[in-house]
């Protein structure tokens, strides 16, 4: 079984503070994809990061997916209230069946104005 | 453009009633589907997926069921709720890549 687990899992911080989160495995994944989640919706798809090393960036966003492919972080600068939510990892697997994405343990952020 | 729908979006049921929550996808063709539960604030765990008609594949045993009856449709059942069955559902569809696009949920509770 394939286990994504992300860290922190709780995180609070001022409007304007950088910050990073984890999301970390013992196995290898074909892609790995970041979602963010508000309160009574579904998840939205941020970024997909395929290459080990890859790193993509999405505004004030910067997404890293491990050389190895075992782990990703996300970098959010200078963070703003509207950034608050749930951030989800997802790994793709190595068998290219889609249906079989790992989704990690979840990090919730609030950025108090 | 692709949508997908998905109601109720929240249902509060006694332990013991049926359930039965229904997702659509418009804009797309053969389309895999999958239904995931979420605990508060928490990860997806993966219920069900379908990547076609009639097919349907369980990830983890339970009390509930799926069905496909359309290209489009997807629906989650069960014959008698139980309160461990409460939860937040989403329903998703992916295409070639492993994209994932979901429904909007719905707050299932069982009380």
Request: contains cysteine.
């Amino acid at each position: 079984t394939q286990l994504l687990e992300q860290s922190p899992q709780f995180l609070s911080i001022q409007e304007g503070e950088n910050l990073t989160v984890y999301c970390n495995s013992s196995s290898v994944f074909s892609s790995l994809q970041w979602y963010r989640q508000e309160p009574g919706e579904g998840p939205v798809l941020l970024v997909t990061v395929v290459t080990g090393g890859e790193v993509k960036k999405l505004k004030r966003l910067t997404f890293q997916f491990g050389d190895a492919r075992k782990d990703s972080s996300l970098h959010i600068t200078a963070a703003q209230p509207g950034d608050t939510g749930l951030y989800l990892c997802a790994g793709g697997p190595n068998s290219g069946g889609y249906q079989k994405v790992t989704f990690g343990t979840g990090t919730k952020l609030q950025v108090i104005p | 453009s692709q949508t997908i729908h998905q109601w109720p979006a929240t249902l509060v049921q006694p332990v013991g009633s049926p359930l039965s929550l229904e997702c659509t996808v418009e804009g797309t063709s053969n389309p895999n589907l999958y239904w995931y539960r979420q605990a508060a604030g928490r990860g997806l765990q993966l219920l069900f997926y379908s990547v076609g008609i009639g097919q349907i594949s369980s990830e983890v045993p339970q009390n509930l069921s799926a069905s496909r009856p359309q290209d489009r449709q997807f629906i989650l059942s069960s014959k008698k709720l139980l309160l461990s069955d409460s939860g937040f559902y989403l329903c998703a569809w992916s295409g070639v890549r492993e994209k994932l696009f979901f429904g909007s949920g719905t707050q299932l509770s069982v009380l």
